[in-house]
């Protein structure tokens, strides 16, 4: 086969890479801002330090960063290299969705098919799930970016994505862009999908697995109030498994654990992805940030403050609507967890599904964890001042 029959498949990578790197440097300007409530859109970028407006041809993704070596090109205040690898991440992140999900079809949706071979342009179905699930990255991203520098995650950013993931569920409804058909053409007198007969066999959509049973009569596969309601089910789910979580570490404890900003991002999530995905996110997600501790506690310069800080000017503490800022960032093992179970979802999905859609095995589990946490919590539970100052004899 001659080289050029590749191109089209080169030009779209490469384009989708340029889009990352493009959304990436608007994410960057989400995280310098939001933290302090300022506005998105006015003024332009600035550097931090003299307020000098940057100049177009610096704020270049990638480019105008290693040019200027990280630095204010008037003042010479290094910035964080957090806006080097963020742009750089979404741009990785988002030509991996698009090779994952649409050019191999990691999720066996039937519908998502793109052979460049023979035609030169994605179909639009195509389009639609790489987007949709673009902007939850892009959520997942940011979110995870303030709550690493500043230890809280704004209402704005999960709020916003979380609009997003209801209105493309509306619009998006499961078993889309399977046919409502898919769903009717399971055997019938089954009323619980936790039935061996099911097991592997619930179609996929660019929305998983909804419900216990067949749908309810008022939403039929395929109609946006099934989409609406695995939407807005999926973020009360993700929302309501953190804030429980918290309150039993709480209880155990006794001092505040986890945060609402937390409950937000498993709350964005659903929205996107249904209900099932946050509940494992939730475990996934402990062992990331576990991980990330440990990373972080070996890569760490010594004596190097725990928040690098960035405003070098007058300390301005970040605003948030409702939380306070917490002792460990959860939100990046949290965003890592939420990708993780997704993409492992096509394999992990028929395993758990006799549990997913068992109201009695579900309850049980949930007990046992539950149980199992505030136990935990209590085992290790400390006095809050562990070094108390020795009084002078
Ligand atoms: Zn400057």
């Known amino acids: 086969m001659e080289w050029w029959f590749h191109l089209p498949i080169v030009f779209w990578c490469l384009t989708i890479f340029t889009f990352g790197l493009i959304v990436g440097s608007f994410l960057n300007v989400v995280v310098a801002r939001l933290p302090y409530e300022k506005s998105l859109i006015w003024p332009s970028s600035r550097c931090f330090a003299c307020y000098t407006k940057i100049r177009a041809f610096d704020n270049v993704p990638i480019l105008g960063y290693l040019r200027l070596r990280g630095k204010c090109r008037k003042c010479g205040t290094p910035y964080s290299a957090r806006y080097l690898w963020v742009e750089i991440g979404t741009g990785v992140a988002f030509l991996a969705l698009f090779l994952a ?11 998502i098919k793109y052979d460049y071979l023979t035609s030169n342009v ?16 892009s959520g997942l991203i940011a979110a995870a970016a303030v709550d690493a520098e500043h230890r809280i995650i704004p209402t704005p950013i999960t709020y916003t994505a ?7 569920g509306a619009l998006m409804p499961w078993p889309w862009p399977q046919a409502a058909t898919v769903v009717s053409a399971l055997p019938p007198e089954i009323t619980m999908w936790n039935h061996p007969d099911y097991i592997g066999k619930i179609p996929t959509g ?5 419900f216990w049973g067949p749908t309810f009569a008022f939403a039929p596969p395929g109609s946006w109030k099934l989409g609406l309601l695995n939407s807005v089910i999926g973020a009360l789910v993700g929302s309501l498994v953190i804030r429980i979580t918290k309150w039993l570490f709480e209880t155990g404890f006794g001092r505040e654990a986890l945060g609402l900003g937390d409950a937000d991002l498993l709350m964005m999530a659903g929205a996107f992805l249904g209900w099932q995905i946050p509940v494992l996110s939730l475990f996934v997600g402990a062992v990331a940030a576990l991980v990330l501790k440990v990373l972080e506690v070996i890569f760490r310069p010594n004596n190097a403050p725990a928040v690098p800080n960035s ?3 007058t300390p301005v503490t970040p605003t948030a609507d409702d939380q306070n800022p917490r002792e460990l960032p959860f939100g990046p093992g949290l965003a890592i967890g939420v990708v993780v179970t997704w993409f492992a979802w096509p394999w992990l999905g028929p395993q758990l599904q006799s549990a997913f859609f068992d109201a009695f095995t579900l309850g049980l ?3 046992v964890m539950g149980v199992g946490i505030l136990a935990a919590a209590l085992l290790l539970r400390r006095p809050v001042e562990v070094q108390q100052p020795v009084a002078a004899k």
Do not use: D, K, R
């Open 162 to 168: 979380m609009a997003v993931g209801v209105i493309g």
């Open 101 to 111: 999900e649409v050019v191999f079809n990691c999720h066996g949706i039937p519908g």
């Open 365 to 367: 589990l949930g007990a």
């Open 122 to 137: 994605p179909p639009p179905q195509c389009w639609a799930l790489f987007l949709y699930h673009a902007a939850l990255l």
């Open 311 to 313: 405003t070098a000017s």
């Open 206 to 210: 660019v929305q998983p697995w909804p």
